[in-house]
């Protein structure tokens, strides 16, 4: 890998991580569930962004990777569902 394509994905690592943490903290405020599905989403994807830079001989290509990456957009998908549900309840 080279140092380009390394610092680039610590930079979306860094950026996956902050959006998490910012996350956490509204979700500390207001105890909403789309807050904390949001900073669980963020902070998986840091983890593998930071993960493939880590791992030796690793490729972005690799089927694990994406896997987890589904995960992180299956994740962004429930919470925006469970919250469009739940004002439709509220009605």
């Given at each position: 890998?080279?140092?380009?394509?390394?610092?680039?994905?610590?930079?979306?690592?860094?950026?996956?991580?902050?959006?998490?943490?910012?996350?956490?903290?509204?979700?500390?405020?207001?105890?909403?569930?789309?807050?904390?599905?949001?900073?669980?989403?963020?902070a998986?994807?840091?983890?593998?962004?930071?993960?493939l830079?880590?791992?030796?001989?690793?490729?972005?290509?690799?089927?694990l990777?994406?896997?987890?990456?589904?995960?992180?957009?299956?994740?962004?998908?429930?919470?925006?569902?469970?919250?469009?549900?739940?004002?439709?309840?509220?009605?």
């Amino acid at each position: 890998m080279s140092a380009i394509n390394a610092f680039l994905l610590g930079a979306v690592a860094t950026g996956s991580l902050t959006a998490a943490l910012f996350f956490l903290r509204f979700w500390r405020l207001t105890h909403d569930r789309f807050f904390l599905l949001f900073s669980i989403a963020f902070a998986i994807d840091a983890a593998d962004r930071a993960a493939l830079v880590s791992i030796a001989f690793s490729s972005e290509h690799e089927p694990l990777f994406y896997l987890i990456r589904l995960l992180v957009y299956t994740l962004i998908l429930i919470a925006i569902i469970d919250k469009n549900r739940a004002n439709r309840r509220d009605r």
